[in-house]
């Protein structure tokens, strides 16, 4: 059964760096594309990163751009997102979603976009707060 599991949420001053992980069980990470998303109160999702299955593509929105960096593990079978300097309004639960993308000709590209998304993680929670 595949499952993903995030964690490494919190709360931290403004400025401060988190590590988020995304970990996979139940099916091999390397065969898919990985996109980070976030939901702030109110809001609507919003896609903030992804990378593709081959890591050979990485791209993030604007917003984070500079601050944030995805990274896979293979070997851990997990997925990172680095954040620093983080700002108040990046307060949100942020999840981990996975698409299958074994096929060659998919295996650089990715998405933002929620709707490419089948399965996804929990969340978890990272309040941005003095």
């Known amino acids: 059964q595949l499952q993903l599991v995030e964690s490494g949420g919190g709360l931290v001053h403004p400025g401060g760096s988190l590590t988020l992980s995304c970990a996979a069980s139940?099916?091999?990470?390397?065969?898919?594309?990985i996109g980070w998303f976030r939901q702030a109160p109110g809001k609507e999702r919003e896609g903030i990163s992804c990378i593709s299955t081959s890591g050979n593509t990485i791209d993030y929105t604007e917003s984070v751009k500079g601050r944030f960096t995805v990274s896979r593990d293979s070997a851990k079978g997990a997925v990172f997102l680095q954040m620093n300097s983080l700002k108040p309004e990046d307060t949100a639960v942020y999840y981990c979603?996975?698409?299958?993308?074994?096929?060659?000709?998919?295996?650089?590209?990715?998405?933002?976009?929620?709707?490419?998304?089948?399965?996804w993680g929990q969340g978890t929670q990272v309040t941005v707060s003095s």
């Open positions: 979603a996975v698409k299958r993308a074994h096929v060659f000709a998919l295996r650089d590209l990715c998405t933002m976009i929620s709707t490419a998304y089948a399965s």
């Open positions: 139940g099916f091999n990470l390397d065969d898919y594309t």
